[in-house]
Nanobody
């Protein structure tokens, strides 16, 4: 099983920025879309941003204009740069590999561990 290692996250003040990184243990995932999902307290896990290539990505409406998903195939990594963070962005953020480029959790076939992002008001 390919491992997806997540790093980054932590606490930040509202209006600040955070960057999270997800690195796959195998280059075999280069052909798959990958993305970021989050789970807020007492809420279902939801898609935030997914990427196949730099020119092919999707964002949840709330993330558009604030978050940037990117990918470095040579490093088998994806990144989520989160700017202008709001308290409601506080959540556990998960990385996942998808069977297709969409924001639905049903397309995830492998999850990384989560990393907590806390945005203080």
């Amino acid at each position: 099983q390919v491992q997806l290692a997540v790093s980054g996250g932590g606490s930040v003040q509202a209006g600040g920025s955070q960057r999270v990184t997800c690195t796959a243990s195998s280059s075999s995932y280069r052909r798959y879309p990958m993305g970021w999902f989050r789970q807020r307290q007492d809420k279902a896990r939801e898609g935030v941003a997914v990427i196949a290539s730099e020119s092919n990505s999707l964002y949840v409406d709330d993330a558009k204009g604030r978050f940037i998903v990117s990918r470095d195939l040579a490093k088998d990594s994806i990144y989520l740069q989160m700017n202008s963070l709001k308290p409601e962005d506080s959540a556990m953020y998960y990385c996942g590999a998808l069977t297709k480029l969409e924001l639905r959790t049903g397309s995830i076939f492998n999850w990384g561990q989560g990393t907590q992002v806390i945005v203080a008001s």
